[in-house]
């Protein structure tokens, strides 16, 4: 499968705004927390949400589309529960991690593929382990497996080395089904871990300070059945803000929340960017020439990595120079090659990116190494003369919902082309 981009028209239309991939992923893995029946709504329609469903489908659950974007989740009872997530699925996805701490919990043993390094660089778990072993699990590793085991999770003082969004999502979802207070220290704050406390919090659970750095959960002995709706994906918006940046024009992003990306939205303003709240989401105008700008990642509410590519992408044709600074992934720079391939001129010195904008890209083929360099790649087709031909198109199906029909209707040339 390959997206075919040609040089970019100006974007102009509205598009809706899908629900949020790493939401809806530990929103799934957290039905594991309660027998019975499930609803989640505003789900996108995305590889990594079947990956997910079929981790829980594995352990016994069963998962259903039922409408648009709806899922429904039904969660065994104890002896119907397989808590173990195999290596095939967790090698597709590593957010499998997260089924990690509420199967601790519930079934009080989990064995889980040891997720392995990949184009980020070394992706640890220990940061997830240490913080479940406070509460009373004990890990083993073998044979490629991490396995868990615990009676049942006690409340503790933990404090995260680093705000890991993960690891703080499984210390939540355990903790929850724990017996008494856990506090989480330097949590993390995205808006997706706020969402799943949420959830976690119309379930039964007492959850205060979530979105802050102390979290502090009260657990309960069982938790309820759920109807939760997905809030809006950021990062989706992101990229269709990224590619105005650099076509021009006058996009409507419908459902997406200036709070939860107010950091990103004021360095595009200070790029040319201009943005209009309205009730139903962002109106946003650029005249497709961006001004160069110095950017560095940082967890949230700073600018986040899942941003980089897209801004990298976007500075490419920016008036200017502008000094990308990696702060949280040690690899994340395989698509810089790519883009160079399309006459991009970038330099990496360790962690920074120094990105010398030209006026124009000129169109190439190129091969997406994750799902949100993908994305990037396509932003640059669209400022690229002549066609610009992504492969490894699976990698953006993962986290986009009808990446190319969304764009088609803003006004892009964007065809997707069985290889
Ligand atoms: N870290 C450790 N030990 C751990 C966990 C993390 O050293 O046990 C380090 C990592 O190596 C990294 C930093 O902490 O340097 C941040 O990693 P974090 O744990 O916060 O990342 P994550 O939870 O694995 C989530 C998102 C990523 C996003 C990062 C950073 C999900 C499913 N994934 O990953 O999203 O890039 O937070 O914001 O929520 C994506 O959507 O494509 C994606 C990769």
Request: with cysteine; glycine share 10%.
């Amino acid at each position: 499968m390959r997206l075919i981009v040609g040089s970019g028209t100006p974007l102009c239309g509205s598009v809706n705004i899908q629900g949020a991939k790493n939401s809806a992923l530990k929103l799934m893995a957290a039905t594991l927390l309660a027998e019975g029946t499930h609803h989640l709504s505003n789900v996108p329609e995305i590889v990594d949400v079947e990956i997910m469903s079929e981790l829980l489908r594995s352990m016994g659950s069963s998962v259903q589309w039922e409408g648009v974007n709806r899922l429904v989740i039904t969660t065994p009872a104890m002896d119907g529960l397989l808590p173990r997530a195999p290596y095939e699925l967790v090698d597709r996805m590593r957010a499998s991690i997260v089924v990690l701490g509420p199967l601790v919990a519930r079934a009080g043993v989990a064995q889980v593929s040891l997720p392995g390094g990949d184009d980020f660089g070394h992706r640890p778990i220990d940061i997830h382990l240490d913080a479940l072993s406070l509460m009373g699990a004990d890990f083993k590793v073998s044979h490629g497996y991490v396995t868990g085991r615990s009676e049942r999770l006690v409340g503790a003082e933990i404090v995260l080395e680093f705000p890991s969004h993960t690891a703080t999502d499984n210390v939540l979802m355990a903790a929850s089904l724990a017996s008494g207070e856990t506090t989480i220290t330097n949590a993390a704050k995205e808006p997706e871990v706020v969402d799943l406390a949420e959830m976690l919090k119309s379930m039964g659970a007492r959850i205060d300070g979530a979105g802050t750095s102390t979290i502090r959960v009260v657990g309960t002995e069982t938790l309820n059945c759920v109807s939760h709706e997905v809030i809006p994906d950021r990062v989706e918006a992101a990229t269709f803000m990224c590619a105005l940046a650099v076509t021009g024009g006058e996009i409507e992003l419908l459902g997406a929340r200036r709070d939860q990306m107010e950091m990103l939205m004021r360095k595009l303003e200070r790029v040319g960017v201009d943005f209009v709240v309205s009730s139903s989401g962002i109106l946003a105008r650029s005249n497709g020439r961006p001004a160069a700008s110095d950017i560095a990642t940082l967890p949230y509410p700073g600018i986040a990595t899942d941003y980089k590519p897209l801004l990298v992408a976007m500075l490419t044709v920016a008036d200017g120079v502008s000094i990308v600074t990696e702060n949280l992934f040690a690899g994340r720079f395989r698509y810089i090659d790519e883009l160079r391939r399309m006459a991009a001129n970038i330099q990496t010195e360790g962690h920074h990116v120094i990105v010398r904008g030209v006026g124009r890209l000129s169109g190439a083929q190129v091969k997406a190494p994750d799902i949100r360099a993908g994305a990037a790649l396509v932003i640059a087709g669209l400022a690229a003369e002549g066609e610009t031909i992504v492969s490894g198109v699976s990698h953006i199906d993962r986290g986009y919902e009808r990446f190319e029909e969304k764009l088609t209707a803003l006004g892009a040339n964007v065809e997707r082309i069985d290889s």
